[in-house]
């Protein structure tokens, strides 16, 4: 297990630091003004972000700050993992374990969440059933991983109560 949380995390956190220093639509790749595609008043330094800089649009702009957001939780989240695993933290401890998979479960649906994000951002505004089939993707997702956590914070809770009962039968 120990093995496949570190591929997991690595994975993700290679794909997020990419894709957040790499965004949907690419960095400027020299100062631009608002003659150039840049948002009125605005001068768009190189390395910067193209969507998240250059247009007047504040939903754009949210839609890369949300990008941006997942992203780095999705990061934090694989980089935990990551420090847990190399620390040497006891996977048959079932805290441990359940926290780590609980980060994980965060990871995943951040990421997801960037990717919807990252389509919305790219795409066209009339491209309707696009905008339909990645909401309902992001909500699946969603919807998933949450089934999924709380069915681990069931087994958890149960395996609490049963060392709880166990302590007070031993006392």
Do not use: H
């Amino acid at each position: 297990m120990r093995g496949s949380l570190m591929v997991v995390a690595t994975v993700i956190a290679t794909l997020t630091f990419q894709i957040a220093i790499n965004p949907p639509g690419g960095v400027w790749q020299q100062d631009s003004n608002n003659q150039q595609g840049c948002a009125s008043g605005n001068i768009c330094k190189a390395g910067t972000s193209v969507l998240g800089t250059s247009s007047d649009d504040e939903n754009q702009r949210l839609k890369y700050e949300m990008f941006i957001l997942l992203c780095t939780v999705s990061f934090t989240a694989s980089q935990t993992v990551i420090l847990f695993l190399l620390t040497g933290f006891q996977l048959r401890n079932r805290l441990v374990m359940w926290l780590l998979i609980l980060v994980m479960c965060l990871s995943v649906i951040c990421l997801a969440g960037a990717y919807v994000i990252s389509i919305w951002m790219v795409m066209k505004p009339l491209d309707k059933l696009i905008n339909k089939i990645t909401l309902y993707y992001a909500l699946f997702w969603a919807g998933l991983v949450t089934l999924l956590c709380l069915a681990l914070l069931l087994r958890f809770l149960i395996w609490l109560l049963k060392e709880f009962y166990r302590f007070l039968c031993c006392l």
